[in-house]
């Protein structure tokens, strides 16, 4: 692009210094700007017209019937007696079905460790384990049979928390990974200043709008098709199999869009596709299992909550000599993907910093609680806020602006370029972005303002801070990186795309729909994107890691250009000219001097019996890494980009509110700049809604207590910036050869919601006129920030 698309939501009236100024202000105006490749989402229309078909919208099949699991209610207890006869005699149950039934095996860990079985056999590990399922004609019916179930439990000692491990020394649920360059120890004995702490990071429920659903439905001669709310079919498609004992071929899962996933559907939807499964395998008739929101946020894992220690070295002007952090998560149960997360977690503590001398340390630590699993950014934002944890805690102690300590430790190129897993960083701009962030944003004048108006404001104190981030984009397991795409031109002229990504409200499909009207010079109406499927493109990889457009574009893109040529090939030689002197336009298809309509093209092509169709794959280059030695290169480029918050918080109540979000982000050279900027402020308002309100709570009898809407908050509309100004990074292409040189743009954003905590942590140290860090935990909910405020006025300023 070569102008920033920008979209700014301003207040129509003044700034008010009270917090019900939010609720009396007016309707905001919305300003936007876009670009020629701004196509709108392929689903738009159906969006917002209802038309758009979920999982749960599907036709029901005739007798279909409903599952429901029956759950566990102790946290971690032998299973002495199970007595099912008052759920098997409520009217219109069916079957009630127990690990016994499975024809296969019953286990769905989704990395090999063999420590997750779909149904309980004799131990319960968590509250909310699946035990039993009950089939049922009626989904009422069978919720109700559920609760009946008599279960005697041989209660035992249940491990909830990060400390209750630690002091228990629970096993590890993944291998420990140490990254490490330099000599820390020397490091850190030799600095000028050396300061050591802690933070802990909350988890985080996905809260996707769509549950976890899905529905089975047998074929013959063992055959088993399955609609899923998945992000990985490939993965659901294995596991379904292994549960029934049948190979691959015999199972097709499909999802045509998903109604969010956020990484909850990437491991937690196999359970559903393969409860429904087993309860369609022992029926002979189609399965639905949808879970109630209650059910689906006890059984289902969340965001890894962290503890991190940290040791730092550093001197007078701010430069960091050493650094050395421990990373302890508490997992759940069993290992599930809790280990790349932590693995994440470790390669993003430096964030944009370089650390002369650094060891960074994980501690996967297994607990009685949910299996925590994927969630966007997997890791790596609890990473970036211990990183940004230690700037702030530097700058506090020297008295430098945050924003300058950031600067000064920023990655170069060419120098100071090497992370700790040795890694070389090539084409670091976080320096860039943020100067010309703070630039645009007037950071430093709005600072000195703030500052001194809370010299006078016995109440409201209000902070600013501007974070950079650093995201490295690829599967860090190594295989993961491929994509594989099948794509056919109809004798019409008209498209159809099949690729192996998966659609969540993020405009993956309106991408790929994109590639191809801008290779084959067509319109949108003529180019159709289906299902994902594993009948049409198999063993295809999860879409996470942000990778969705860089590898399934790429796929798509290698098919087109096997059709292509072969459409120049005959095109060269049935009208006599250079292959060269045919170009695909949207006006047609240029041959020579001769403008011949793709329709007309594609005809005589067919005639000529040249094949229209062709399947494409690719696999990300350069990418290696080696977990024993912690070395590698794990991503094949890095995303950039900074944030600039300013709040307002309330020392009586402690409520908090976003008065400014200033935004700029590397795209690349982005695909859709529309749909990009919208995944930007979604993740933004996610970020800072983890960071800020989102508060998960298990009771003593490992309950997990915020297990629906009423009694979990997340971010409303109230809650959204009263300005909001987001641009994206002007003539900045890709220097690796992605998919049109464009960027990843899933996590990283996410990570722009740390400038609101340390906006919140640069208002409360106003408290002791900025000299002490207040060490502010997450989620910075009202009353962590009243014990924090009532934390520092105790303090002695030193």
Known sequence: MAEAVKMQVKLASGEQDTLESRRAAPNPVIVTGGASTSLKHESARMHVSGEATYLDDIPEPRGLVHVVPGLSTKAHARILSLDLDAVRAVPGVICVLTHKD????NQVSPVGKNDEPLLAEDMVFYYGQPIFIVVAE??????????LAKITYEELPAILTIAQA?????????????MKRGDVDTGLMNAPRRLSGRITIGGQEHFYLEGQAALAQPGEEGEMRVWSSTQHPTETQHMVAHVLDRPSNLVTVEIRRMGGGFGGKETQANIPACLAAVAANATGRAAKMRLDRDDDMIMTGKRHDFVVEYDVGFDDAGHILAVDMVLAARCGWSADLSGPVIDRALFHADNAYFYPDVRFRSEPLKTNTQSNTAYRGFGGPQGIVAAERVIEEIAFATGLDPLDVRLRNTYGTGTRDLTPYHMTVEDSIASEIMTQLAENCDYRTRREALREANRHSPYIRRGIALTPVKFGISFTATHYNQAGALVHVYTDGSVQVNHGGTEMGQGLHTKMVQI????????????RITATTTGKVPNTSATAASSGADLNGMAVLDAISKIKHRLISFAADHWQVSEQDIQFEPEGVQVGETLVSFPDLVKAAYFARVSLSSNGFYKTPKISWNAETGRGRPFYYFAYGAACAEVAIDLLTGETR???VDILHDAGQSLNPAIDIGQIEGGFIQGAGWLTMEELVWDKAGKLSTHAPSTYKIPACSDRPHIFNVSLLEA????EATIFR??????PPFVHGVAVLQAISDALASLKNYKICPQLDTPATPECILRTAERLRALSEV
């Open 742 to 747: 464009s960027k990843a743009v899933g996590e």
């Open 658 to 660: 976003i008065e400014r």
């Open 166 to 178: 630690r002091e228990a020394g629970s096993a590890l649920v993944w291998r420990p990974l140490e």
């Open 102 to 105: 499975i024809p296969g095996h």
């Open 516 to 527: 191809a009207m801008r290779e084959f010079g067509l319109t949108e109406d003529r180019v």
């Open 138 to 147: 009626d989904r009422h019916q069978a919720r109700k049979a559920a609760r």
């Open 732 to 735: 900045a292409p890709n220097r």
